[in-house]
C-alpha cells in the first residue's frame, strides 16, 4: 500500500451538532497523487480544507498529514505544507515581492526562492507592484506563488482557476503538473468542474452535502461511467419486444424505447438478432454513453447508489 | 522554524505603506507644532517671569493638551490600525497556517504595537525639543534659548505617561483583534474615553478605569516622578492580566 500523505479516519464538522457540514470523511490521498476533490459549491469543500490545516478545531484528532497529527506536530506538517485557501491572503498595501519576502523570513526560505516563484507564476514584471493594483487572477498566481515558496512536499489548493482566464487556467494547470511530476509534489485541490480537475488528477473523490460519494483513481472513475452505459432500443412494438427480451436482466420501458444497463457488443448483437427473429423492427439501438459530467451530476444529485471505492 | 525576531520583522514590513506608520509620525509631531504656532503668534502671554525656565511651562501646556483625549485615542486607533492589516487582508488563515506557533504570532504583534507607541513618545519629546529650540531662535524673548530644559524630568514623565497607556493598550489589542471592524473597536474606545474625562477627577473609583490613567499621571504630584504611581501599578496589572487572558484566547479560540 503506498504512503498516505493525507488520512482522515471518520471526520466529523459541524458549527452546530444538529448540522453537520461535513460527515464521516474518510479522506485517502496517496503520496505523490494529485487529487481532485470534487463537489458542487457548498458541499464542504472548503471546510475539510480548513480542517486539514488545523484552521478549525479538530477535538477528535482524526486527521492525519504525512501520518502525524496536528496536536502534536503541528509545525512540522505547516512546514511541509503549501496552501490557497479561498481567496488569497495578500496584504495589498506590499508590493508582490514585499508578500513574498514575508512569507519566506517566517518559512526561512532562501531569498533568491523570490524570484523563482515569481518566475514560475509568470509575475516576475509585476514584482515591484502593490498587490491592489493586480488583476483576479495575479492575485491568484501570487497566492499560489506564496504557496510555492517552501518547495512542499503537499500542495492544499482551494479551487486554484478560480478567477483565471481560459491562458491563465492552463498554465496553472501545467504547473502543478509539472510539479508533481518533478519534484514528486502531492496535490489537493478542490474543484467544482469535473472537466477541470479530469485533466490533471490521478485520484478523485467527490463529496456533496458533507459526504464523501466516491473516492478511486481516474481509472476506477472511468470504470464505474462505463458500468454506467445503457443501451437504449427503440422497437416498432415496444411492449411485445419487452416480452421477447425477458430474460435479458435489467431491461425495462424507457419512454419511447427500452433500456438495459450496457454490457458489450455482444450483448446488443444479440439482443437485435432476438428482435428481429421475432418479427420486431429495431429502429434504434445504440449505447447511451454517460460521460463522467452526467455522471458526477448523478452522484451528487442521489439519483445513483454512493459508491466508495478504496483506494488500494 | 522561525525565531520570535524573525517573524517580527516581518510585522514591521507589514506595517510599511500603512497610515499606522503614519499616525505614529502626525501624531507626535501635531501638538507641538500647534503649541508652536500659537507661542510664535501670542508669544507676549507666554513671556517667562525673571529667573524662570520657559521650558518647563513649555513642557507642561503639551502635556496637558495630549493626555486627556489625544493619547488614549491614538492608542486605540494604532491598535486597531495594526491589527487591521491582518482582517483587512483576510490573512489570519495565512498566519496560521505558516509554520509558527501562536504565541509567536501574538507576541510579535504586540511587540509592534509597543514599539510604535514608545516611537511615538520619542518623536514628542523629540518634537518639543525641536519645536522650543525653534521658538527660542525666533522668538529670543521667550529665552528658550538661555536655559536648559529639564531633560530627565521629561523623560521620566514621558516613561510614567507610557506606563500609563499599556492598561489601555491590552484591552483595545484583544478587542481589536476579536472584532474585525475597526469601526466597532473604536467607537467602543471612543465611549470608554469619554466615560473616562466625565468620572475623572469626580469619582475616585475612577482609578480602577484604565482609560484615565495619563490623565492621572499628568495631575499626579511632583514627588512621585521617580517612581511608578498607585494608577500606572494598575496599568501594568491590567496589562499583565489582559494579554494573558487575551493570548489564552487567541490560541485557545481564535480562527481568524
Not at chain 2, 7 to 15: A, D, F, G, N, R
Not at chain 2, 101 to 111: D, E, G
Amino acid at each position: 500500500m503506498t504512503e498516505l500523505i493525507i488520512q482522515t479516519d471518520r471526520l466529523q464538522f459541524g458549527f452546530r451538532s444538529s448540522q453537520p457540514i461535513v460527515k464521516a470523511l474518510s479522506l485517502q490521498v496517496p503520496k505523490g497523487s494529485i487529487y481532485g476533490f470534487l463537489g458542487p459549491n457548498g458541499a464542504g469543500k472548503t471546510t475539510t480544507m480548513r480542517l486539514l490545516l488545523g484552521l478549525l478545531p479538530n477535538p477528535e484528532n482524526n486527521i492525519r498529514l504525512f501520518g502525524k497529527t496536528m496536536t502534536d506536530s503541528r509545525l512540522e506538517i505547516l512546514s511541509r505544507t503549501g496552501n490557497l485557501i479561498e481567496t488569497p491572503s495578500l496584504y495589498e498595501h506590499l508590493t508582490g515581492w514585499d508578500n513574498l519576502d514575508i512569507a519566506r523570513r517566517v518559512r526561512g526560505v532562501d531569498r533568491k526562492r523570490i524570484s523563482e516563484v515569481l518566475e514560475l507564476v509568470k509575475l516576475t514584471h509585476a514584482a515591484k507592484k502593490k498587490a491592489k493594483t493586480y488583476s483576479l487572477g495575479m492575485k491568484q498566481r501570487l497566492g499560489l506563488a506564496v504557496a510555492l515558496l517552501s518547495e512542499p512536499e503537499l500542495l492544499v489548493l482551494d479551487e486554484p482557476t478560480n478567477g483565471l482566464d481560459p491562458n491563465g487556467m492552463i498554465e496553472t494547470r501545467e504547473l502543478l503538473i509539472r510539479l508533481n511530476r518533478d519534484y514528486g509534489t502531492t496535490i489537493f485541490l478542490s474543484s467544482h468542474l469535473l472537466a477541470e480537475v479530469e485533466k490533471m488528477a490521478t485520484h478523485v473523490g467527490i463529496i456533496n452535502r458533507g459526504e464523501l460519494l466516491f473516492q478511486g483513481t481516474v481509472q476506477e472513475l472511468a470504470a464505474m461511467k462505463a458500468n454506467q452505459a445503457v443501451l437504449q432500443i427503440v422497437t416498432s412494438d415496444n411492449q411485445r419486444a419487452l416480452e421477447v427480451l425477458e430474460t435479458v436482466s435489467g431491461i425495462a420501458l424507457n419512454g419511447t424505447g427500452l433500456k438495459t444497463p450496457y454490457q458489450g457488443k455482444e450483448q446488443a448483437a444479440s439482443i437485435n438478432r432476438l428482435l428481429v427473429k421475432n418479427g420486431i423492427d429495431v429502429y434504434h439501438l445504440s449505447v447511451a454513453d454517460n460521460d463522467l459530467e452526467k455522471l458526477f451530476l448523478q452522484i451528487t444529485d442521489g439519483s445513483m447508489e454512493p459508491m466508495v471505492l478504496q483506494t488500494t | 522554524m522561525a525565531t520570535l525576531t524573525t517573524v517580527y520583522q516581518t510585522e514591521l514590513i507589514k506595517s510599511k505603506n500603512t497610515f499606522a506608520l503614519w499616525l505614529v509620525v502626525l501624531g507626535a509631531a501635531f501638538v507641538p507644532f500647534l503649541m508652536f504656532l500659537i507661542y510664535m503668534n501670542k508669544w507676549e502671554n507666554f513671556l517667562p517671569k525673571p529667573g524662570e525656565n520657559p521650558w518647563n511651562q513649555f513642557f507642561i501646556a503639551n502635556w496637558q493638551v495630549v493626555s486627556f483625549i489625544f493619547i488614549p485615542f491614538f492608542i486605540v486607533l494604532l491598535c486597531a490600525l495594526v491589527i487591521g492589516i491582518e482582517h483587512k487582508s483576510n490573512s489570519w488563515k495565512h498566519l496560521f497556517t505558516l509554520p509558527v506557533s501562536k504565541f509567536s504570532v501574538y507576541t510579535s504583534k504586540l511587540s509592534v504595537v509597543l514599539s510604535l507607541v514608545l516611537f511615538c513618545y520619542l518623536l514628542f519629546v523629540l518634537f518639543l525639543f525641536m519645536s522650543g529650540t525653534l521658538l527660542g531662535i525666533l522668538r529670543p524673548k521667550l529665552a528658550f534659548l538661555s536655559h536648559t530644559p529639564n531633560v530627565a524630568g521629561l523623560l521620566q514623565f514621558a516613561g510614567k505617561s507610557l506606563v500609563a497607556t499599556l492598561g489601555m493598550v491590552a484591552v483595545h489589542f484583544w478587542l481589536s483583534i476579536r472584532l474585525r471592524n475597526l469601526i466597532q473597536s473604536v467607537g467602543i474606545g471612543l465611549v470608554c474615553i469619554v466615560t473616562a474625562t466625565i468620572l475623572f477627577q469626580r469619582w475616585e473609583n475612577a482609578v480602577y478605569f484604565p482609560y484615565t490613567y495619563t490623565m492621572y499621571t499628568l495631575t499626579g504630584d511632583k514627588e512621585s516622578l521617580h517612581s511608578l504611581s498607585k494608577h500606572e501599578m494598575y496599568s501594568l496589572a491590567y496589562f499583565v492580566v489582559v494579554i494573558g487572558l487575551g493570548y489564552v484566547d487567541f490560541s485557545r479560540f481564535y480562527r481568524g
